[in-house]
T-cell receptor, first 116, second 114 residues
Framework: AQKITQTQPGMFVQEKEAVTLDCTYD???????LFWYKQPSSGEMIFLIY??????QNATEGRYSLNFQKARKSANLVISASQLGDSAMYFC?????????????FGKGTKLSVKP | DAGVIQSPRHEVTEMGQEVTLRCKPI?????LFWYRQTMMRGLELLIY????????DSGMPEDRFSAKMPNASFSTLKIQPSEPRDSAVYFC????????????FGPGTRLTVL
């Protein structure tokens, strides 16, 4: 069975500090993709970063990086230099059956609060 | 460029009524997804289409739910009859081969069934 687990319901971080949001996954497919989405209080889902299971390097997008540890089946999101605007829900997601669009399986999310 | 457009943004209806949610994907995108978000179940895929053809509808909760995509620029999700447990935010998302790793989400429709 495919599953995404986010064990941190809520996190606090001081502005300008880095924060790591945890995500572990379970799949038997050798090819898969891992995603992080941000959902601010306004409700829209915003794509942040993607990591493919065969990618040799960890993905980075600006202040976002994905700490991909394949053997541990973890795909943690690291946000550097937190900003007040980073306060939001963050969802980790997985697409198995790589090669096709397939559907995304989402975790329950982590609510990040950035303190000034 | 316009993103994914959903209408209505908010819908309040009474139990037993028919509800139709609408989605216009990004032009040129050939995949369209319908998701539902609730506090209890989180985000879950209901159905997705490729080139207007339903590919996987295993997430559709029951026969009261139906989805269509009559053309590349329009899709509907219909609930008939609606029940209070259908109250949720319904998201439409689209993607294309050129943005293979990103699904672009619409703003969502917040449905409340009384």
């Amino acid at each position: 069975a495919q599953k995404i687990t986010q064990t941190q319901p809520g996190m606090f971080v001081q502005e300008k500090e880095a924060v790591t949001l945890d995500c572990t996954y379970d799949t038997s497919d050798p090819s898969y993709g891992l995603f992080w989405y941000k959902q601010p209080s306004s409700g829209e889902m915003i794509f942040l970063i993607y990591q493919g299971s065969y990618d040799q390097q960890n993905a980075t997008e600006g202040r976002y990086s994905l700490n991909f540890q394949k053997a541990r089946k973890s795909a943690n999101l690291v946000i550097s230099a937190s900003q007040l605007g980073d306060s939001a829900m963050y969802f980790c997601a997985m697409r198995a059956r790589g090669g096709s669009q397939g559907n995304l399986i989402f975790g329950k999310g982590t609510k990040l609060s950035v303190k000034p | 460029d316009a993103g994914v457009i959903q209408s209505p943004r908010h819908e309040v209806t009474e139990m037993g009524q028919e509800v139709t949610l609408r989605c216009k994907p990004i032009s040129g995108h050939d995949y369209l997804f319908w998701y539902r978000q609730t506090m209890m179940r989180g985000l879950e895929l209901l159905i997705y289409f490729n080139n207007n053809v339903p590919i996987d509808d295993s997430g559709m909760p029951e026969d009261r739910f139906s989805a269509k995509m009559p053309n590349a620029s329009f899709s509907t999700l219909k609930i008939q009859p609606s029940e209070p447990r259908d109250s949720a935010v319904y998201f439409c998302a689209s993607s294309s081969p050129s943005h293979y790793n990103e699904q672009f989400f619409g703003p969502g429709t917040r449905l409340t069934v009384l």
